[in-house]
């Protein structure tokens, strides 16, 4: 089970921190994503990584503005998000699988002045 925290309004050139509580499955050696939905579109890959280790994978439209981690000790998973942009409005969603076929019920995220 995925549980997603932290969404809300924030103005651009703000900042997010998003949470994801994992539960089943082995979490500390597990390929990890956050994908998010804007309205009327597609679900679209943002970042994923190993959390047994390595690097992090970003899409080219937050790469250097957003930070994936994981905390394995608590099975919960992070998304920094920074220099947020009206088109970073989504809703965000942890996942196991990068399509997000395998998902929990994402956090809303709103950038708007």
């Known amino acids: 089970q995925l549980v997603e925290f932290g969404g809300g309004s924030v103005q651009p050139g703000g900042s997010l921190t998003l949470s994801c509580a994992a539960s089943?499955?082995?979490?500390?050696?597990?390929?990890m994503y956050w994908v998010r939905q804007a309205p009327g579109k597609e679900i679209e890959w943002v970042s994923s990584m190993w959390t047994g280790g390595g690097p992090q994978y970003y899409a080219d439209i937050v790469k250097g503005r957003f930070v994936m981690s994981s905390d394995n000790e608590n099975r919960v998973l992070y998304l920094q998000m920074n220099e947020l942009k009206p088109e970073d409005t989504a809703r965000y969603f942890c996942?196991?699988?990068?399509?997000?076929?395998?998902r929990g019920r994402g956090t809303q995220v709103t950038v708007s002045s």
């Open positions: 996942a196991t699988t990068r399509d997000g076929s395998t």
């Open positions: 089943g499955g082995a979490f500390h050696r597990s390929w």
